[in-house]
């Protein structure tokens, strides 16, 4: 789970949005900050972003970079904290920000918020190094004895909330180590470099820190463990409340776990912090000792203002991880046998949890937050020991909500008490089956059709699986029955027509960061909402590749928002200028195209990064289309950038500067494919062996995986999706050996094809799941047709349960499957062009890909239903 979309799932019980906007639109009410409510004084601009108001003062400018001064406090001295800054900031003129409501600063606080930028709640910006250390001074002693949490990306100044850092004051970016765009400062050569931004401090080689904060600095230097009886191994886990840690006491050497509790941060939905939930972690083990399935308690202590908490280290693996070891539906099509040993071990490892959550009811306390990561099954997996206790709660207290949870697992709103329990093991039980029940977080009703799936799919009977459904829909309308049907996947064209409404029923044309809700990457760069991959432009793309009814609504509103870039927009193909100027022109708009196009054209474009979503190969594909159809000087401006772009590609590769990421998006695949384009055009085969390098260079960064696939390694994980999978790079050399035989690369398509056919994948989109695989198989004429039909029907099936309806009609989650996404890279228009590849008339494609390699052969049949 990506901790960080859990904060844009508050505004929205449908849809990722951004964490601001649970407040409304109409702007500050009564639950505000004053200083966000007053009026504004004269003399001074205010200029709301995101989860930040800024105040500054007119006819002042900013400078681009320098020491800022960030002020944090808990949710108790808030308003009075607020209110001094803010006062002092006006009296002396200084350029501020803050967050404006309560309720945004607990999301910035939150256990699981962004670890650097979590406590930042005012930042001051100094015009000047000499007005910065008389600020500092003035805030550290206007605010003496105030607490607030730590902010970890800072140097904090004594044992207050006045934090400081050296970084960028002005938006500007440039590409980080991964290649995509990040904050940028400058440095002493005019070079943009990254502004670090992380949970630790990291001040730029070439600044000297002013003399006054030498003291601070020796201060944050002598922090660390000294005194502590234990020698820190290996961390375990973060979060923004603290660290997990596996460690040595010295005094013994036996084995613990260290829990670790940051003061103020950390923040469970009741408010609580890292350190109390520590300590109700602490009684609630100490309520329970004696039982064979919680850990046993060692010693609470402090260290540097730090709360930590030593527990029985318990040996063995969370289920979580077992489960992702022995799940029998990674392969395509797996025995009976492995479905019904599955089926068994799920019981009785299920009926080992539920003996252990009953003793701690009967113990009198509610667990509270049961999920697969906070299981432990030991090695010869005969017990199971509960971990994380830190929401616990006497179970007396019947009406009391849980506070911390999982997704998968989260209880809904009418369960309290040791019901919250009850449903989590509800859940449990279908998601060591087929593990889906994050979906339960939007829609409960789909609880029935999981259960039905899994019994047939493991050759069990439902009956036992009942239970579990009645829990889960209690309270919802499939209490009752099933609701209205939507259609299938494969019920084509009814399916596209389906999805068509639901993504204009999802219409907000009258917003400005967006106009179809997708991702939450639509809030973190200008383009967001209006990009090809999360934004209107792919949308747009996708209802005009599969036939399905135009939008005119949207196209208007991208027009719009198209008349004026803001600083930091990006040039790229699938966040950026490029991939808008190049769906608008395949919409007909191609007078707006060519302006966009050649503001891309006049980019530094030597300075992105060299692939095929952000940089180079995206931007040089988009403009060779449009400088075709230019004409003048446009096509000569045009062409020359695209020239440009593909010899800077050429160089990252042949110069050894390859991407630290693999694929089609982001990897040296994605040059590949401009390559096999630029020879189709010129008839140079020395671009062809520059797309056989590229190819070369991301499948040695594959290895095999569940039934011998070739994946592509993604850290601790094996991929085999389009966007940064294996299934990318096959997409490629698809095209690349319709022009030059190679043994190797033969091999190789053929040993990626098993991973997109396996029985079960997790999430329904395009570049991160069922959608891209089936794209591809769609496509390929390297797959045997029958399996690839096989295939295409199971991936069919798998979309239809994956499916969560919007106001009716046919739409799908987005990454994580928390909230539903009608984009093209996570969401709905990715499900509708991948199944466009399957039955469109003309079959539909991702651009740059040539038109259908395979065959005759259409896949399943139109109109059928088909099953995971």
Not at 126 to 131: A, F, K, T
Not at 205 to 212: E, I, M, S
Not at 471 to 496: F, N
Request: hydrophobic share 40%; charged share 20%; glycine share 10%.
């Amino acid at each position: 789970m990506n901790p960080e979309y859990g904060a844009y799932c508050q505004a929205d019980g449908d849809f990722y949005d951004a964490p601001h906007r649970a407040h409304g639109t109409a702007g500050p009410d009564a639950s505000f900050f004053a200083p966000a409510r007053n009026p504004v004084p004269d003399g001074w601009e205010t200029h709301p972003g995101g989860d930040w108001l800024g105040f500054h003062p007119a006819g002042t400018e900013l400078p681009a970079q320098g020491w800022k001064i960030h002020v944090s406090a808990a949710a108790d001295n808030a308003p009075s904290v607020l209110r001094r800054v803010h006062d002092y900031c006006l009296t002396h003129r200084i350029p501020h920000k803050f967050v404006p409501a309560p309720r945004l600063l607990h999301v910035r606080n939150a256990k699981y918020a962004d670890r650097g930028g979590s406590g930042k709640f005012i930042t001051v910006y100094p015009l000047d190094d000499g007005s910065f250390q008389r600020i500092c001074e003035d805030l550290t002693a206007l605010l003496e004895g105030e607490h607030g949490p730590y902010v970890l990306s800072d140097l904090r100044l004594g044992e207050g909330p006045v934090h400081v850092r050296y970084g960028a004051f002005a938006a500007r970016y440039c590409l980080g180590a991964d290649g995509r765009p990040v904050p940028a400062i400058e440095n002493p050569d005019g070079v943009l470099v990254p502004d670090p931004r992380g949970p630790s401090l990291r001040t730029p080689a070439w600044v000297t820190p002013p003399a006054f904060l030498r003291p601070h600095l020796e201060a944050r230097a002598a922090l660390g463990t000294t005194g502590m009886p234990y020698e820190i191994q290996a961390a375990l886990h973060f979060s923004n409340g603290g660290g997990v840690y596996r460690a040595r006491d010295t005094r013994d050497g036996g084995t613990v776990v260290l829990k670790e509790a940051r003061p103020h941060a950390g923040l469970a939905a009741d408010g609580a912090d890292a350190v109390a939930r520590l300590e109700r972690e602490r009684a609630a083990l100490e309520q329970l000792a004696g039982l064979d399935c919680v850990p046993a308690v060692h010693e609470a202590f402090d260290i540097g203002g730090h709360h930590f908490l030593a527990l029985e280290h318990i040996q063995g693996h969370t289920l979580n991880t077992l489960l992702a070891r022995r799940f029998p539906l990674n392969v395509p099509e797996p025995s009976a046998e492995a479905a019904a040993e599955h089926a068994a071990w799920v019981a009785r490892i299920h009926g080992l949890v539920e003996a252990a959550v009953r003793r701690i009811h009967d113990r009198g306390l509610v667990f509270s937050d049961l999920h697969m990561n906070n299981i432990m099954v030991s090695e010869d997996e005969t017990r199971v020991v509960l971990l994380d206790f830190e929401a616990a709660f006497p179970a007396a207290d019947e009406n009391r909500r849980q506070t911390v949870a999982n997704p998968a697992f989260v209880a809904p709103a009418d369960r309290t008490g040791t019901g919250i329990d009850q449903y989590a093991l509800a859940c449990l039980r279908l998601a060591l089956l087929l593990p889906l029940t994050t979906l339960f977080f939007i829609d409960r009703g789909r609880a029935p059709r999981l259960a039905r799936d899994a019994a047939r799919l493991f050759g069990i009977d439902a009956a036992p699986l009942a239970s579990a459904v009645r829990e889960i829909v209690r309270g919802t309308p499939a209490e009752h029955g099933p609701g209205p049907e939507v259609p299938e996947p494969a019920d084509w064209p009814r399916s596209r027509d389906s999805m068509a409404r639901a993504i204009a029923a999802s219409l907000t044309p009258e917003r400005d960061d967006r106009c179809f809700p997708g991702d939450i990457a639509q809030f973190t760069t200008p383009a967001g909402g209006r990009n090809f991959g999360t934004g209107a432009a792919g949308v747009l793309y996708a209802l005009r590749e599969t036939g399905a009814p135009p939008c005119p609504e949207a196209e208007e509103w991208l027009l719009a928002r198209t008349k004026s870039t803001a600083p930091g927009t990006p040039p790229g193909f699938h966040d950026g200028l490029a991939g808008i100027a190049w769906t608008l022109h395949r919409l007909g708009h191609h007078d707006r195209a060519a302006e966009l196009a050649r503001l891309v054209a006049d980019q530094p474009l030597d300075r992105f990064s060299a692939d095929l979503h952000s940089g180079q190969a995206g931007i040089a594909l988009a403009l060779d289309d449009l400088a075709r159809d230019a004409s003048g000087r446009d096509a000569a401006v045009l062409r020359a950038a695209a020239d440009r772009c593909a010899g800077y590609a050429a160089r990252s590769l042949t110069e050894g500067r390859p991407s630290p990421r693999t694929g089609l998006l982001h990897g040296a695949t994605g040059l590949a494919l401009l390559f096999v384009r630029r020879y189709e055009t010129t008839g140079d085969p020395a671009l062809l062996d520059l797309a056989a390098a590229a190819l070369g260079r991301d499948l040695d960064r594959c290895k095999p995986g569940a039934g011998d696939a070739l994946l592509v390694v993604e850290g601790k994980r094996l991929m085999p999706y389009l966007g940064a999978g294996s299934a990318g790079i096959a997409l490629v050399l698809d095209e690349y050996l319709a022009h030059r035989p190679d043994e190797r690369f033969e091999a190789a398509r053929r040993a990626i094809a098993p991973g997109a056919g396996s029985a079960f994948y997790v999430q329904p989109g395009l570049y991160r799941g069922v959608a891209g695989l089936v794209l591809h198989l769609a496509r390929t004429p390297a797959v045997d047709p029958a399996e690839r039909d096989r295939a295409i029907a199971r991936h069919l099936g798998l979309l239809g349960l994956e499916a969560t309806p919007y106001q009716g009609e046919l739409a799908f989650p987005g990454e994580q499957l928390m909230r539903r996404s009608m984009d093209l890279a996570t969401g709905t228009a990715g499900v509708l062009l991948a199944l466009g590849a399957v039955f469109g008339d003309s079959p539909a494609t991702l651009p740059f890909l040539t038109p259908h390699r395979r065959g005759p052969q259409t896949g399943p049949t139109q109109g059928s239903r088909t099953t995971v």
